[in-house]
T-cell receptor, first 117, second 115 residues
Framework: AQSVSQHNHHVILSEAASLELGCNYSYGGTVNLFWYVQYPGQHLQLLLKYFSGDPLVKGIKGFEAEFIKSKFSFNLRKPSVQWSDTAEYFCAVNGENYGGSQGNLIFGKGTKLSVKP | EAGVVQSPRYKIIEKKQPVAFWCNPISGHNTLYWYRQNLGQGPELLIRYENEEAVDDSQLPKDRFSAERLKGVDSTLKIQPAELGDSAVYLC?????????????FGPGTRLLVL
């Protein structure tokens, strides 16, 4: 069965520190990869996504993620975090060109990021 | 553009009672999803609609859960009767097309507490 693993449950950083959140997936085929973010009191929203081309993708608010196929990973990075990046981050994956339920998004458990001012 | 609207935002009921959640997707979005998010977990898909057709309900506990999307716009998710383990956040999402690369747009969710 497909699965997504986010290794860190809660990450605490000071402002200006660099961020890397891990995401590994288990999926037998071509995949699409997503990072969603949920700011406090707000709904889930897309941060960035990857489905083909340059494995380094850039998203909103200075975030980027790198797809490493050989490692089944799609880690999220930001060189310098701000207090406003405090949120919960979810990695998600689905299968490309799969019919039925294999095209559905599978989410990881999420990583809560707390940035200290 | 208006986002996905869900109501109610919060619901507290006693076990064995029925409960219903409503979702209005973004205008023009043909694909609608219902997810359940348990505490400390990511969202898990319950059912996916393309227009008014439920194209994937394999994860919906059909003994107590039901859903409908009349006229291919609004959708209602119902639980009858509710159990303690149904306490969770129920999320609705929509996307323009039934394509794996599409971004899903999420509503604020309904937080259900079953006592």
């Amino acid at each position: 069965a497909q699965s997504v693993s986010q290794h860190n449950h809660h990450v605490i950083l000071s402002e200006a520190a660099s961020l890397e959140l891990g995401c590994n997936y288990s999926y037998g085929g071509t995949v699409n990869l997503f990072w969603y973010v949920q700011y406090p009191g707000q709904h889930l929203q897309l941060l960035l996504k990857y489905f083909s081309g340059d494995p380094l993708v850039k998203g909103i608010k200075g975030f980027e993620a790198e797809f490493i196929k050989s490692k089944f990973s799609f880690n999220l990075r930001k060189p310098s975090v701000q207090w406003s990046d405090t949120a919960e981050y979810f990695c998600a994956v689905n299968g490309e060109n799969y019919g039925g339920s294999q095209g559905n998004l599978i989410f990881g458990k999420g990583t809560k990021l707390s940035v200290k001012p | 553009e208006a986002g996905v609207v869900q109501s109610p935002r919060y619901k507290i009921i006693e076990k064995k009672q029925p409960v219903a959640f409503w979702c209005n997707p973004i205008s023009g979005h043909n694909t609608l999803y219902w997810y359940r998010q348990n505490l400390g977990q990511g969202p898990e898909l319950l059912i996916r609609y393309e227009n008014e057709e439920a194209v994937d309900d394999s994860q919906l506990p059909k003994d107590r859960f039901s859903a409908e999307r009349l006229k291919g716009v609004d959708s209602t998710l119902k639980i009858q009767p509710a159990e303690l383990g149904d306490s969770a956040v129920y999320l609705c999402a929509s996307s323009p097309l039934p394509w794996e690369r599409e971004t899903q747009y999420f509503g604020p969710g309904t937080r259900l507490l079953v006592l």
